[in-house]
């Protein structure tokens, strides 16, 4: 029988006077199961974590059971000293007595013998815990970007460095081609061309960036810290590439109105797309007068896109810089402006005479060589306009390969089509996979400043954990699968979020990563034969603990 | 010349956490310096966030956790930055550090100290709307754990021989004669992440804020909400009724100050929840302008709540004006050119951010440029290298704009400090 220590803590008055910890020492005693109680007054104060280091040591004592408060509060503190003891620091069990009986147990004698409960079952379960070792893994801190736009272009940018490559695959394309087609940028309407020319220079005077165009890849197989991506290039087939991290930036697409037939798309060839409209030779095009109409396609996807307004905008100065006469109007339901200088940039579109009409309905038709726009504003006031073209601001849709690229690592896609975050608001560019990360149009709608901010937001977690040279810790209390056990039902594979249990189709047993696996217990609950095992909540630990609370 | 690595970030909201916590990651030594006794910002003060309602304490405790658990990250409370010489890669700073009076190594935290405390005053974090003790923490959960003595209102100041609360303490955690320090630290590169304030919007007579009792703005309305707030989430009048009708304003000094704060809609959208969640029978109108709810997901809150109920009313034009009985207020505004009114209860102002006093005057004490409305200005493109090299700012500091946007700000500016102070 291993030799087993118990602590209690006083708490100062805390644990100390709202339970009879006399009794508890006393009922401990004639239970005969540990080979020796000790009390302090504060365990976690120096004081107390010298006594309880030099404690174990003196007794000899091989396990420990440690009552005090949460261990949110303290058990990384009592680990540390059990490796001080010479413990391995898993072979402990903190009970909480402090805010699971002292603090809201008012009874006294309840308090008592609640505290009682939970620390014979912490007993009983310490006894079947196994040392736990650390592992560290060596990581490459490379980095495979996939895209072609603006965002992978930052993103290598910004990961780039003496000892960290990056490889950047244009799938099909030219670096930056969909940028060739845009005239200006949002709200600087500064030249797209220039800008983007400055920034794949930028990325071609950079040796520790390799770009390979019109690129196609094979597959991408491994895990956080050691990826391998298989690419057929211009010139090689089979091309591998090692990194520690993958960077999706593929760009998101504009939605393509064919739907919306009142809107006249596909049916008059003056109704362009905004995208469209940026590749069209404006000078040969004439317009007088032109409708730009926004939150085309909203309704159905689902949400705002967020650039549109400013981009209808920006499209309306354009036409107005190069045709004063022209008269060009807005058609909108709610301007989103959501940035400190975009009521300033409305404003100025304004006084340069766009106009603004917001609408409830709108439709367009054919009149004579022209079209016609009927409108209803939201007063019920019905009007109509004809105008030379229409330009339908459309919102933004996930590019086409998100789905398949979201397949290869098991990132599930949101219900708009777009790839999931690991959490939407505190870790907005990573996802549930470790070490591969989402930016620009593959996460969702978003402007160019979302799209080089969530570069340097991935470069930020890559340079942050991938630290060149550096051992990865891994995670401790994580799962593992018996072979012995194991009939290959995949039950696990379904349940793991991060995609770490994997099927071992030739053995036809599970497998558990220990890189990717979290050690949720997500497996070890759903497994049908009890095969898969959370290290730290085996289900023996677990049974043990509950017969002494159920007895 | 060798860089210094080491580097400072000034304010503990939910930028500075997360800026300090992936540098630390990285083996730098950071050094957080933060104005208040506690830290987490004002992120702390709401019960849940859009879209999908989470509760807000749950989401940063953790993170919060771990910081205090981070051997490289000194976090600094009661602080400020007082001075600050050298340059890019070999900054020196002086940060002038006020007494706490209650020792951190020695308080458990377990509260015995405060309530004894004979002296009662205002809450600045309820936003007034609860008293607290000359000895006291922020709010129930608020971080570190570890109370802080007020020195303008304890009763020693005035000059009594009061020491009730040294005399409850079982862990000798008092010290009445802890004393300012002044520290000078030797950093690298600096972020600044010292947040944002919500205008004070009593000067619009239309509003009638500080004027009628029961014109809330949007942090009061969230503290009523708090389960861990002045009245454990009960929403109430000044008069300790429930409200039957709630008026929401958006847009609130927007012409004062020219811009869109950004996050109202979905924050109102979100109060408008609430209110449906706690008083089923209630009303909830939400005045708006341009409904502003921009990225995926919150199109589907909104739509969320429409369904529960909550009407939508356009109008640019709109007064607040107390019924003659004290008791209910009602709302005049303009719909279509029609005058229109609606009689509620309570009325929630979204008024613009601003930003935080703090922001200004280190801008100023550092060098910053600042932009039109204030904030500290940025590189075109770059949104978080501020005018000094060597200097970055991340979330409210920077503008208005949504948590999500906070994080991604901070993780930028991780890349660019790493890049900046490697060899």
Same mark, same amino acid.
């Given at each position: ?146 895209? %072609? ?12 460095? $003496? #000892? ?16 060739? $087609? ?31 165009? $019109? ?62 409209? =940026? ?5 040969? !095009? ?56 975009? &009521? ?16 409830? #309905? ?48 098991? *990132? ?62 891994? =995670? ?40 990717? +696996? ?20 085996? !289900? ?12 | 010349?060798?860089?210094?690595? #080491? ?44 879209? $999908?309602? =989470? ?21 600094? !409370?009661?602080? =400020? ?72 209102? +304890? ?7 009061? %020491? ?12 009445? &004669? ?144 107390? %019924? ?17 009114? *609606? ?28 932009? #039109?409305?204030?904030?500290?200005? !940025? ?25 999500? %946007? ?18």
């Amino acid at each position: 029988m291993a030799k087993i220590g118990l602590y209690l803590c006083e708490c100062g008055p805390n644990i100390a006077q709202a339970i009879d910890l006399d009794e508890i020492t006393e009922a401990i005693k004639k239970d005969n199961k540990v080979a020796g109680i000790e009390r302090h007054k504060l365990l976690c104060s120096d004081d107390g974590k010298k006594f309880l280091a030099e404690s174990i040591k003196r007794n000899a004592f091989e396990r420990v059971v440690i009552a005090a408060c949460s261990p949110k509060q303290h058990e990384g503190t009592f680990m540390e000293v059990m490796l001080e003891a010479g413990l391995n620091a898993y072979m402990f069990q903190l009970v909480n007595i402090r805010e699971q009986c002292a603090w809201v147990t008012p009874d006294k004698n309840a308090a008592t013998l609640k505290a009682l409960t939970v620390i014979r079952a912490a007993i009983n379960r310490v006894k079947h815990h196994a040392a736990l070792e650390k592992k560290e893994i060596e990581c490459n801190p490379n980095v495979i970007v996939i895209g %072609n736009g603006i965002a992978a272009i930052e993103a290598a940018l910004k990961t780039a460095h $003496n #000892d960290r490559k990056v490889f950047l695959i244009v799938e099909g394309k030219r670096i930056g081609d969909t940028y060739k $087609n845009r005239r200006l940028l949002l709200s600087s309407m500064q030249s797209a061309e220039e800008f983007l020319r400055s920034k794949v220079d930028e990325l071609k005077s950079n040796k520790q960036i390799e770009v390979f165009e $019109n690129s196609k890849i094979n597959e991408i197989l491994g895990f956080f810290g050691n990826f391998i991506a298989n690419i057929d290039t211009e010139k090689n087939k089979n091309v591998e590439l090692a990194a520690g991290s993958v960077i999706f930036a593929l760009e998101a697409e504009s939605f393509v109105p064919k739907a919306l037939t009142n809107l006249g798309y596909g049916k008059f060839d003056k109704v362009y797309t905004a995208a469209e409209f =940026e590749t069209i030779d404006v000078d040969e !095009t004439e317009p007088k007068s032109v409708a730009i109409i926004h939150c085309v396609g909203r309704k159905k996807l689902g949400y705002c896109s967020k650039f549109c307004c400013m981009n209808s905008m920006k499209i309306a100065r354009y036409i107005k810089e190069r045709s004063h006469e022209s008269k060009v109007v807005q058609f909108y339901r709610n301007l989103c402006l959501p940035d400190k200088q975009y &009521d300033k940039f409305y404003k100025d579109t304004k006084e340069k005479g766009v106009e603004f009409v917001r609408f409830q #309905d709108i439709e367009v038709a054919g009149e004579e060589s022209r079209l016609a726009i009927k409108y209803k504003e939201e007063n019920g006031k019905e009007s109509k306009l004809l105008v030379d073209i229409v330009i339908l601001s459309t919102g933004l849709v996930p590019a086409s390969k998100t789905e398949e690229f979201s397949q290869m690592f098991n *990132i599930p896609l949101d219900e708009y089509g777009f790839m999931k975050e690991e959490h939407n608001i505190l870790n907005p560019v990573a996802t549930i996979t470790e070490g591969v990360f989402i930016i620009g149009g593959v996460r969702g709608p978003g402007d160019i400043d979302d799209s080089l901010e969530q570069a340097g937001a991935a470069a930020g977690k890559i340079l942050s954990s991938l630290v060149p040279g550096r051992l990865q810790p891994l =995670e401790t209390k994580i799962s593992r699968v018996s072979e012995v056990i194991c009939i290959g039902c995949g039950v696990c594979v379904n349940v793991c979020a991060y995609g770490a249990v994997k099927l071992d189709e030739s053995k036809h047993i599970s497998v558990v990563n220990e890189v990717l +696996c979290r050690g949720c217990g997500n497996c070890a609950s759903a497994c049908p034969s009890g095969a898969a095992q959370h290290r730290h909540f085996t !289900t023996k630990q677990i049974n043990q603990e509950m017969i002494e609370i159920l007895k | 010349m060798s860089k210094n690595k #080491d580097i400072l970030v000034i304010g503990a909201g939910l930028a500075g956490i997360e800026v300090s916590l992936l540098l630390a990651n990285a083996g730098r030594k950071v050094y957080l310096v933060e104005r208040e006794s506690y830290f987490g910002g004002n992120a702390i003060k709401s019960e849940e966030i859009t879209p $999908n309602m =989470e509760c807000a304490t749950c989401m940063l405790a953790p993170k919060q956790a771990d910081l205090l658990e981070n051997k490289n990250i000194e976090l600094m !409370t009661l602080s =400020e930055v007082k001075g600050i010489s050298g340059d890019v890669g070999d900054f020196k700073i002086e940060v002038s550090k006020c007494a706490r009076y209650v020792s951190s190594t020695n308080c458990i935290g377990c509260g015995a100290c405060f309530e004894p405390c004979p002296v009662s005053v205002d809450n600045e974090f309820e936003e007034k709307l609860s008293k607290r003790k000359a000895i006291y923490i922020a709010c129930a959960g608020a971080l570190p754990n570890v109370p802080v003595i007020d020195m303008d209102h +304890c009763l020693r100041a005035k000059g009594e021989d009061c %020491n009730i609360c040294k005399e409850a303490c079982m862990f000798d955690a008092i010290v009445y &004669d802890d004393k300012n320090e002044t520290i000078e630290i030797n950093v690298g590169a600096i972020v600044v992440a010292t947040g944002y304030t919500l205008a004070d919007t009593s000067h619009l007579d239309k509003y009638g804020y500080g004027k009628f009792k029961n014109v809330f703005n949007a942090f009061e309305f969230e503290r009523l909400r708090a389960s861990n707030g002045p009245t454990s989430g009960v929403i109430q009048t000044r008069d300790h009724k429930q409200p039957k009708s709630i008026g929401l304003i958006h847009c609130v000094g927007r012409d004062e100050s020219g811009y869109c704060s950004q996050v109202c809609c979905m924050y109102l959208t979100k109060f408008a929840h609430y209110i449906f969640d706690r008083l089923p029978e209630a009303k909830a109108y939400q005045f708006f302008r341009e409904f502003s709810i921009p990225g995926k997901g919150n199109q589907k809150f909104s739509n969320e709540v429409r369904e529960k109920g909550v009407e939508l009313i356009r109008t640019k034009n709109l007064k607040i004006s107390e %019924n003659s009985d004290g008791q209910g207020l009602k709302i005049e505004y303009e719909n279509e050119s029609v005058n229109e009114s *609606i009689d509620v209860d309570m009325v929630v102002l979204a008024p613009y951010i601003k930003p935080h006093p703090s922001t200004t005057k280190l801008a100023k004490l550092l060098g910053l440029e600042l932009d #039109d409305f204030g904030f500290i200005k !940025t590189g075109a493109f770059d949104s978080v290298s501020a005018m000094r090299p060597g200097v970055f700012v991340i979330g409210c500091a920077e503008g208005p704009k949504f948590m999500k %946007n906070v994080i991604i700000q901070a993780q930028v500016a991780a890349a660019n400090t790493l890049r900046l102070t490697e060899d």
